[in-house]
Nanobody, 114 residues
Framework: QVQLVESGGGLVQTGGSLRLSCTVS????????MAWFRRGLRNQREYVGQ???????HYVDSVKGRFTVSRDNAKKMVYLQMNALKPEDTAVYYC????????WGQGTQVTVSS
């Protein structure tokens, strides 16, 4: 069974940076488009960005130019580099396939103070 474990969250001030990691077990990442999602104060899980098997990326407008998704297929890891963080980025962050086909992990909390 596939298991996703997110890590790297924490408390950071506005303008700060964090790098989130997603460890995948039970499957390899070859050919899989991976994505990051978040659940914020509105308690709705929303899409943040994704990276295709070939390395193409796409982001929601609110994080373009600030967030970067990357991957290491050999290590079965997916990363989310977050720069210039804003209070509205406060959320629990999750990784999954782009179509959310795997069981959700516990997520990692990111809190941005003003």
């Amino acid at each position: 069974q596939v298991q996703l474990v997110e890590s790297g969250g924490g408390l950071v001030q506005t303008g700060g940076s964090l790098r989130l990691s997603c460890t995948v077990s039970g499957s390899n990442l070859y050919g899989v488009t991976m994505a990051w999602f978040r659940r914020g104060l509105r308690n709705q899980r929303e899409y943040v960005g994704q990276i295709s098997a070939g390395g193409s990326t796409h982001y929601v407008d609110s994080v373009k130019g600030r967030f970067t998704v990357s991957r290491d297929n050999a290590k079965k890891m997916v990363y989310l580099q977050m720069n210039a963080l804003k209070p509205e980025d406060t959320a629990v962050y999750y990784c999954n396939t782009a179509f959310s086909t795997w069981p959700w992990g516990q997520g990692t909390q990111v809190t941005v103070s003003s």
